[in-house]
T-cell receptor
Framework: DAGITQSPRHKVTETGTPVTLRCHQT?????MYWYRQDPGHGLRLIHY???????DKGEVSDGYSVSRSKTEDFLLTLESATSSQTSVYFC?????????????FGEGSRLTVL | AQKVTQAQTEISVVEKEDVTLDCVYE???????LFWYKQPPSGELVFLIR??????QNEISGRYSWNFQKSTSSFNFTITASQVVDSAVYFC??????????FGKGTRLHILP
C-alpha cells in the first residue's frame, strides 16, 4: 500500500472558520491531488500539485487553496468554511504524469461544517 | 471534454451470482486510460485496474474480469460468483494525456447473503 496519511481524519467546525487538511506521503511521488467526494457527484478534483511550490486548480477549486512546500506534504486550506464544503476529502498521489497512470488514495478526511 | 457514465446507481444481487457493472466513456482523444476503483464500506479507495486505449485485450484477475470495447466506448467490470466482501461502491474513471482523471459517479453494489 502507498504510504499516505491524512490528518485530521474527522473534523467538525463552524461556518466561517479556517480549516487545514494535511496530506503526508512517504513514497516520494511527484504528483499529489486533493479530491472531494459527495453523494451523487463521485470524486471531483479540487487542486493538484506537480512538484514543490507548483500547484494548479481542478474543477471545484473555489473556496480552497493549497500549498506544497515539501515533496511529502500537500495542504488543503478552506479560508472560511461553508456548509457546502461539508464533504469527504481524499488526497491522492502518483508517480505517473497526469493522465497516464493510476492514483493511490489516502483514507479520507471527513469534514462537517455546521 | 471527457465524460464517464455509470448508469447503474445501485445493484443488489444474491451471493454467488455473477454481476456486471457498466461503464461508458466519452473522449475525442485517441490515447487515453481507463481505471476501476473499489470503495468498500470502510471508505478507502482501492485501485483495481488500468487499461490504455491501445490494449483492448480483456483481463481476468481471479473472480474479476474486465471487458474493454472501443467500438461501444465501454469498459465493463464483471464479478463472477460474487461474495459479500464484494459489497462496495465501484468507480470507473478515464484520463487522457496531460489531464486529470475523471471519475464516474459510482455504482453501489450490494451482495446479499
Amino acid at each position: 500500500d502507498a504510504g499516505i496519511t491524512q490528518s485530521p481524519r474527522h473534523k467538525v467546525t463552524e461556518t466561517g472558520t479556517p480549516v487545514t487538511l494535511r496530506c503526508h506521503q512517504t513514497e516520494n511521488h511527484r504528483y499529489m491531488y486533493w479530491y472531494r467526494q459527495d453523494p451523487g457527484h463521485g470524486l471531483r478534483l479540487i487542486h493538484y500539485s506537480y512538484g514543490v511550490k507548483d500547484t494548479d486548480k481542478g474543477e471545484v477549486s473555489d473556496g480552497y487553496s493549497v500549498s506544497r512546500s515539501k515533496t511529502e506534504d500537500f495542504l488543503l486550506t478552506l479560508e472560511s468554511a461553508t456548509s457546502s464544503q461539508t464533504s469527504v476529502y481524499f488526497c491522492a498521489i502518483s508517480d505517473f504524469s497526469p493522465g497516464t497512470g493510476e492514483l493511490f488514495f489516502g483514507e479520507g478526511s471527513r469534514l462537517t461544517v455546521l | 471534454a471527457q465524460k464517464v457514465t455509470q448508469a447503474q446507481t445501485e445493484i443488489s444481487v444474491v451471493e454467488k451470482e455473477d454481476v456486471t457493472l457498466d461503464c461508458v466513456y466519452e473522449t475525442r482523444d485517441t490515447t487515453y486510460y481507463l481505471f476501476w476503483y473499489k470503495q468498500p464500506p470502510s471508505g478507502e479507495l482501492v485501485f483495481l485496474i488500468r487499461r490504455n486505449s491501445f490494449d483492448e485485450q480483456n483481463e481476468i484477475s481471479g473472480r474479476y474480469s474486465w471487458n474493454f470495447q472501443k467500438s461501444t466506448s465501454s469498459f465493463n467490470f464483471t464479478i463472477t460468483a460474487s461474495q459479500v466482501v464484494d459489497s462496495a461502491v465501484y468507480f470507473c474513471a478515464l484520463s487522457v494525456l496531460d489531464d486529470k482523471i475523471i471519475f464516474g459517479k459510482g455504482t453501489r453494489l450490494h451482495i446479499l447473503p
